[in-house]
């Protein structure tokens, strides 16, 4: 990757030590744009550690489960102290 024209942007120059397909450039700025939008949530169903899933109640309308979350990238280090319920 290398600073595009715009020094905030970058640019996918090789995937897997190969240039990039026209999908996976498409996917990657896709991803870049979702990423530089102010206010852009993470997928959290991405995150969902289902490993962890345990039943906190069960009543005829409605079961109700908790879990963790994974982390969403690198530097998220919020993501273990959360529980999804």
């Not at 991405?46 to 969403?72: H, I, K, M, S």
């Amino acid at each position: 990757m290398r600073p595009g024209r715009n020094s905030n942007r970058w640019s996918l120059l090789a995937k897997d030590g190969r240039a990039p397909q026209p999908d996976e450039l498409k996917d990657y700025a896709e991803a870049r744009s979702r990423r530089s939008r102010t206010g852009t949530a993470p997928k959290i169903t991405d995150q969902l550690n289902l490993a962890t899933l345990e039943r906190v109640a069960d009543t005829p309308e409605r079961v109700t489960y908790r879990c963790g979350l994974r982390p969403g990238e690198a530097r998220d280090h919020v993501a273990e102290f959360l529980r999804v319920s």
